[in-house]
């Protein structure tokens, strides 16, 4: 035994077996362990009242037939891949149902071992991160209505509209550019549509695709669409992808969009004397 | 050749919405390991690819982004890992599907060559039982 054992051998000997059996029964978290064939064994004060059952009722009992979780009886299962030697030691996440509630949880295992080093079984704690994931929904929500919002059309002259872009193109979003389009065209008889997208995040083919619509159902309407924005990196994207724009009309900068569509409509910027 | 693994993001892809942070995520990265704006668009261009794909064709999996490096003869190089990974029905026909202009979606059939195309490696493995996984990596300077 060298030096390094030794200390850690009289440390964890300082520490009463029975202090550390309270410590696990009162830590407040759920624990528990199951044997080889994942029948629990152990379930601490926190796992007890989070299950709303004693540990004499379920002692004995399969893991899944108490938490019946998404996990449970699938190669999911994090308690049987380290019953059978495998690392998953990782916290993942999975949601149960306790009384038609549905909790989210995140829970950790790991093998259980005797003297020896073998397996006899499994344990975990298990965190309830149902406010987390509730957190996380309301932002993917307020997220989505970001985007829903983020789509204005602005009249920028007499017959010029200007729909800048910013973020990430999904079909939805997509589907939303183009209803707002087709309605300013009809609304200000719009003849010329500048789609700025400068502010895209992403150019995949999906969206080249979408823009491709949008720009062919707005030419249905008498309106001319010119996209502009296209810097280095979309013009890379656009040919690396190997999409053909066609007949779009295309502008590096807004600036150069709007003097074009000027040039179509006929008007000239003149300093004044 | 080992690659070792520096940083990994695993994003659950579930609803168009993801993409988002998919896109954002790969941009991070590829900018962390010092690819140019272009680069890290096209980056991001083809990882999004994958995203999209997973929703329109599987409705939901799993999107894993890793910064890896590995040795090369100028001395350690980083790059980025994309793994998008399904459960869907599976892609009938690889051969074909990573032919030009062959789309089984209302798209433009552009998708999967294109990613082979913007990044170094390029995996591609796909069933009905075990849906699609598709691992594609690019290595900076």
């Known amino acids: 035994m060298n030096e390094k054992d030794r200390i ?24 528990m362990a199951v044997d080889r064939d994942l029948k629990i ?57 306790i009384n038609d509630r549905t909790v989210y949880i995140e829970y950790t295992a790991a093998p259980l071992k005797d003297d020896n080093d073998n397996i006899i079984g499994g344990l975990e704690y298990i965190l309830d991160i149902t406010d987390r994931v509730r957190q996380e929904q309301k932002l993917k929500e307020q997220s989505r209505i970001i985007m829903e919002i983020s789509t204005p059309a602005i009249k920028l002259w007499d017959r010029i509209v200007v729909l800048p872009v910013v973020g990430v193109i999904d079909s939805m979003r997509a589907q939303q550019m183009m209803d707002t389009m087709l309605k300013q065209i009809t609304k200000n ?18 969206v080249a695709n979408h823009l491709i619509k949008i720009a062919k159902a707005t030419k249905l309407m008498g309106c001319r669409c010119i996209i502009s924005g296209i810097s280095p990196a979309v013009a890379q994207a656009i040919v690396q992808l190997g999409i053909d724009l066609g007949e779009i009309n295309t502008n590096s900068t807004l600036e150069d969009a709007l003097s074009d569509a000027f040039a179509l409509l006929k008007f000239e910027v003149v300093r004044k004397k | 050749m080992i690659n ?20 954002y995520t790969a941009r991070q990265m590829a900018a962390d390991i010092g690819f140019d704006e272009t680069q890290q668009f096209l980056i991001a261009t083809a990882v999004s690819e994958l995203a999209t794909n ?55 059939g552009l998708g999967l060559p294109s990613v082979k195309r913007i990044m170094d490696e390029f995996f591609i493995q796909s069933s009905p039982e075990k849906g699609t996984v598709v691992i594609a990596k690019r290595w900076g300077q």
Request: net charge negative; glycine share 6%.
């Open chain 1, 8 to 31: 850690n051998n009289q440390i964890n000997n300082q520490i009463d077996d029975n202090l550390a059996l309270q410590i696990l029964r009162q830590i407040p978290t759920p624990v």
């Open chain 1, 41 to 97: 064994i152990f379930m601490n004060q926190a796992g007890c009242s989070f299950i709303g059952k004693n540990f004499e009722e379920i002692k004995g009992s399969y893991c899944y037939s108490i938490f019946n979780s998404a996990h449970c009886q699938t190669p999911e299962c994090r308690m049987k891949k380290v019953i059978e030697g495998e690392d998953a030691s990782k916290a993942v996440r999975n949601e149960i149902r």
């Open chain 1, 189 to 206: 008889s719009s003849k010329v549509i500048i789609l700025d997208i400068q502010g895209v995040a992403a150019v995949d083919t999906a």
């Open chain 2, 4 to 23: 070792r693994v520096i940083e990994e993001i695993f994003i659950d892809v579930c609803e168009p919405s993801d993409n988002a942070q998919v896109i």
């Open chain 2, 54 to 108: 997973i929703i329109r064709y599987a409705s939901k999996g799993i999107v894993i982004l890793r910064l890896v490096s590995k040795m090369s003869n100028t001395g350690d190089i980083q790059g980025i890992e994309v793994t998008a990974k399904d459960n869907g029905a599976g892609i009938s026909d690889i051969d074909k599907a990573m032919q030009e202009h062959f789309s089984t979606g209302n798209s433009l």
